[in-house]
């Protein structure tokens, strides 16, 4: 036992959703707005499905040469939205405070110090553009060994492709490193199909779908990733 490496030798790390908060507020007032705007009494709720959907469609097809920015895919699904419930709003004006906020966006509690404590590598693996993780990195004044982007991969999770790049720049196998992060498709589906141990974030308590890959740990937050490095530093 003694002989054996210690494990995980390095953590991967999702950001929105993880490290700081999600964009849902900035995400719902567009969604209100463009509901309020609406002469077929629509909701908000069904502005988020379709716009969450069109979004979604793109950021799968988007990789290798059609690889599009997150920012880029917002406007567009953004657009077709508007477009679809014929709301004739301004798509740069809606959009600005969501792109505010991926630069700026607020922090959990907990993350400084678990960050903090991490006594392996943290690598960030982040659907989102280089500049709007920059920007959110140093505003917080957060510091990682490295930084793997949708935008560096030209892919976006639950492709395999950051989460390859992010081994091929550690130099480690899918075995050695312990992914975290909140989205079941994303980051646990993702990481798992590559034979990747995962920690969920579940700061909401979601029951964890039966169709879904199951994770191999579970937390209410970040502090789930000391637990896991304590329990292992003393195996």
Aim: hydrophobic letters at 40%; aromatic letters at 6%; proline letters at 6%.
């Amino acid at each position: 036992m003694k002989n054996q490496k210690p494990w995980p030798r390095a953590i991967l790390l999702d950001f929105y959703g993880t490290v700081v908060e999600e964009d849902w507020v900035p995400i719902a007032s567009v969604c209100d707005q463009i509901a309020t705007a609406s002469a077929d009494n629509v909701t908000s709720q069904q502005v988020l499905s379709q716009w969450g959907r069109l979004m979604g469609d793109m950021c799968l097809e988007s990789h290798g040469a059609n690889f599009r920015l997150q920012r880029d895919i917002e406007r567009i699904s953004l657009d077709a939205t508007l477009r679809h419930f014929d709301v004739h709003l301004d798509s740069e004006t809606l959009s600005r405070g969501l792109f505010e906020y991926w630069e700026c966006p607020p922090i959990f509690p907990e993350s400084r110090s678990v960050i903090a404590q991490c006594t392996v590598p943290v690598c960030l693996v982040s659907n989102i553009d280089n500049a709007d993780l920059a920007s959110a990195v140093k505003h917080h004044d957060l510091h990682f060994e490295l930084i793997v982007t949708s935008e560096d991969c030209r892919a976006y999770k639950p492709r395999p492709e950051p989460f390859q790049k992010a081994l091929s720049r550690l130099a480690l196998a899918a075995r050695d490193v312990l992914h975290v992060g909140d989205s079941l498709s994303a980051d646990v589906q993702g990481a798992k199909a590559l034979g990747i141990p995962v920690l969920w974030i579940n700061r909401k308590n979601k029951p964890l779908p039966r169709t879904e890959m199951r994770p191999d740990y579970e937390s209410s937050d970040l502090t789930g990733i000391v637990g896991a490095l304590r329990k292992n530093d003393s195996a």
